[in-house]
């Protein structure tokens, strides 16, 4: 299964909010630099779908704002 999210970094906090099945917009306090903003998003979006990190993957986009995340 793939998800799509549209990534805002340096927010004021972390916060997802659902746009349709499969699409996601997320807030990030992390900034987009050093992959930390990625990293934060695979531990937030864990977190929220009540899913093991390692089960999550971004498949494209790991340099743009919307990304492909897929379930594994």
């Known amino acids: ?3 799509y999210a549209k ?3 340096r927010s004021s906090k972390n916060e997802i909010i659902k ?3 499969g699409e ?5 306090t992390a900034p987009p630099l050093d992959n ?3 990293s934060m998003l695979i531990q937030v ?5 009540n899913l093991p990190k390692s089960s999550l993957k971004i498949i494209a986009g790991k340099t743009a704002r ?3 995340i897929e379930i594994l």
């Open 24 to 28: 996601y917009k997320v807030k990030l």
């Open 66 to 68: 919307t990304k492909i």
């Open 19 to 21: 746009i349709s099945e």
């Open 1 to 3: 299964m793939r998800i």
């Open 36 to 38: 930390k903003a990625n």
């Open 45 to 49: 979006m864990a977190d929220f779908l």
């Open 7 to 9: 990534v805002i970094p």
